[in-house]
């Protein structure tokens, strides 16, 4: 006979372990790979080697009482031209699209690549994903985005969430950036929870006031 105390414990251990794949798209060459080994590692180098295909990495967070996994998922800048993207999208529950702000043609791509990504992947409920749009490079110039106004509507225009300036090498806005995805990750998930079993929600789960303690070294 099953203890009813034990499938409880066991339910709310369940709870508070979340694992959200989470893709980092962009052009060749915007420092994608550099932003998640900053995030994930703390570390920064100007000799990474060109992504070729997809490469992962996992982070931890503790999340007030949850422990949230990431899986980042580093795909290759020219991979929007190969028909392997549908296949690495699967499963996504959000997603960084990043751009050179010293290039404006990973500026210009960003819309492409967001369409591609719409095109491929949905949730459950019919929506995209969330998404934010990192102006990576930020240390070596702010003239693409100085009029935050104007990035405020491309993002409200073509579906982002949000925006931030980052920089791997001086680790600016990352782990901020990677917050505020997480918390709408979680948001879009208790949505699509609550339209699935509507009365079984608990009232801790469904609050969406959750904020991560600190980036783990």
């Known amino acids: 006979m099953t203890n009813i105390s034990s499938y409880s414990n066991g339910m709310q251990n369940l709870r508070k372990e979340h694992l959200y794949k989470v893709l980092v798209i962009g052009d060749l060459g915007v420092g994608k790979t550099s932003i998640i080994r900053r995030y994930v590692h703390q570390t920064y180098s100007t000799n990474y080697r060109a992504t070729i295909g997809v490469d992962f990495a996992l982070k931890v967070l503790n999340w007030n009482s949850k422990t949230i996994r990431l899986q980042l998922w580093d795909i290759a800048g020219q991979e929007r031209f190969g028909n392997m993207t549908r296949v ?91 917050n505020f995805l997480v918390k709408h990750i979680m948001a879009t998930e208790n949505e699509i929870l609550k339209s699935v079993i509507p009365d079984t929600i608990s009232p801790q789960y469904n609050n969406r006031q959750s904020s991560c303690s600190s980036c783990l070294k």
């Open 88 to 178: 690495y999208y699967r499963e996504a529950m959000g997603a960084f699209i990043v751009y050179d702000v010293t290039r404006h043609s990973t500026f210009e791509a960003v819309v492409k690549w967001k369409e591609d990504l719409d095109s491929k992947l949905t949730l459950a409920d019919g929506q995209s994903i969330a998404t934010v749009l990192l102006a990576n490079k930020c240390d070596q110039g702010r003239e693409m985005t100085s009029n935050g106004i104007k990035m405020d509507q491309f993002c409200k225009d073509h579906g982002f969430v949000g925006w931030f300036e980052t920089s791997a090498k001086d680790n600016q806005n990352i782990c901020e950036a990677a």
